[in-house]
């Protein structure tokens, strides 16, 4: 039977990328679409009714939604360069780190992004304490996964270009290559690596709209109390 | 193997630690648990899980495993030739099961939380609507996954089962101090049957809490979260 593997994702998203990161580094053949979340698909809508998000995979006609779980679906279903280890161990950390990006990593960058004044260098203390976790794991590290991009890379992957977006929108560096020098190594490496570094969104197009995203919040900061 | 080989730090109440036991009871592995007063933590949980400092923590041969989920698949690969698996076999089943195991962490419990939190009638309502509605769509996705067998995993209990089945004893908690049905036999009438085999199973009627004195903790941490002594 023909394989059919269909990527649903949108030019920005990072969640949607690091599917697309995967499917290429495993020479998976895919045709993809660039949603427009102001307009969802039928498609889109019928393949991920509860969250009706991007990322979804559908292959061969069945959907498989959320980022992490479409990593790990992609990298059981096609073996060839396997981005997770055998050792269950080691499994485990790199599942946990992933687990950690999502869930800390990505929930401290953002309020430091969105907060203001006062709330904003608080948040930013607490993005650098969460970002000192990444650093002391790379200790010996090239990669997150090893010698090698493994899943972890691709979950963290984001931090690659979109750290410096965040940095240009409100004018404060939070990964410094005195405090951070690991993770800003790892950040070049990952960002220049084969398949990683043709798939990068437009600089000048993500500044645009993470600086409209801001907006709201900047306002709001800004209405008399 | 030594049973000190393998260790479990945990909570009696917590879900979370339940997913963990249920894991190993499955695979037959016999662990040394040891509960973690969580007003004072030890020092061997600060040491295992120095990023969360949370529980549950499996600790094999020295090496921590952390957050619940992963110690399951980790229990799952560690010990794959004993007892049955935990995880779906076809990856696409697989995927399936962690979409669900994340949807019941990330919207259900947080639901199950708020409907308990003693923030206002209108609150309350609208937490118990979003429960019920997200256990409509575990109900559609219990009927696909179980292709009429008796638990999510097909004949036996398997990782969606351990990950939704471990709050069973909070959902009946929140039923009984709120007077409402969460788990209708009705609205849900294949999840209502399974509940029942599931806390009834080998595996999980052990580590599972009694409802009466999980209700009492559930009075217990109320007031001091009211009092702002427990964060």
């Not at chain 1, 437009?202 to 645009?208: A, N, Y």
């Not at chain 2, 879900?15 to 648990?33: D, G, H, N, Q, T």
């Given at each position: ?91 485990a950390r790199a599942r946990f780190w992933a687990k950690f990006g999502d869930d800390k ?68 560096k939070l990964i410094e290559k005195e405090r951070f020098p690991l993770l800003s190594a ?40 | ?35 973690e007063n969580l007003g004072s933590k030890s020092e061997l949980l600060l040491k295992s ?183």
């Open positions: 039977m023909a394989e059919e593997v269909k990527l649903l994702k949108t030019w920005s998203s990072p969640f949607g990328l690091r599917a697309f990161w995967i499917l290429k580094l495993k020479g998976v053949q895919f045709d993809f679409i660039d949603e427009d979340l102001s307009n969802k698909s039928p498609l889109l809508l019928q393949s991920n009714p509860v969250y009706k998000k991007v990322p979804v995979l559908i292959h061969n006609g069945k959907p498989i939604s959320e980022s992490l779980v479409i990593l790990e679906y992609v990298d059981e279903t096609w073996k060839q360069n396997p981005l997770l280890p055998e050792d269950p161990y080691e499994r990593v990505l929930a401290s960058i953002w309020n430091a992004f969105i907060k203001q004044g006062k709330e904003q260098e608080e948040a930013i203390g607490l993005a650098i304490e969460t970002l000192k976790f990444l650093e002391e794991e790379l200790k010996g590290k090239r990669f997150f996964g090893g010698e090698k991009i493994g899943l972890p890379d691709l979950a963290l992957g984001w931090l690659a270009n979109l750290i410096g977006v965040f940095e240009e929108v409100i004018g404060v790892w950040m070049q490496e990952f960002a220049e690596a084969p398949v990683i570094k043709e798939s990068w969104p437009p600089h000048e197009k993500l500044v645009t709209k993470f600086r409209a995203m801001r907006e709201p919040y900047v306002a709001a900061a800004a209405q008399p109390k | 193997m030594a049973k000190s080989d393998v260790k479990v730090l945990g909570a009696w109440p917590s879900p979370f630690v339940m997913r963990a036991r249920i894991a190993l009871k499955i695979k037959s592995v016999e662990y040394e648990y040891l509960e899980n120095p990023v969360h400092k949370k529980i549950p923590v499996l600790i094999h041969n020295d090496k921590p495993v952390c957050e619940s989920l992963i110690i399951v698949e980790y229990v799952d690969e560690a010990w794959s030739s004993s007892g049955p698996s935990i995880i779906p076999s076809d990856p696409y089943d697989r995927a399936v099961a962690r979409f669900w195991a994340a949807y019941v962490d990330e919207k259900l419990f947080p639901a199950l939380k708020s409907i308990g939190s003693g923030d206002g009638a209108e609150a309350k309502k609208a937490a118990i609507e979003q429960l019920i509605e997200g256990l409509v769509l575990l109900e559609d996705a219990f009927v696909k996954c179980s292709k009429g067998k008796p638990f999510f995993g097909g004949s036996q209990i398997g990782f969606l089962d351990i990950a939704f089945g471990c709050y069973l004893g909070w959902v009946r908690v929140t039923e009984k101090m709120n007077e409402v049905k969460l788990l209708d036999e009705v609205k849900t009438p294949g999840l209502f049957k399974w509940a029942e085999r599931f806390c009834a199973d080998a595996a999980v009627k052990d580590v599972m809490p009694e409802t009466d004195k999980l209700a009492e903790f559930a009075k217990v941490l109320a007031k001091l979260r009211a009092s702002g002594k427990w964060n």
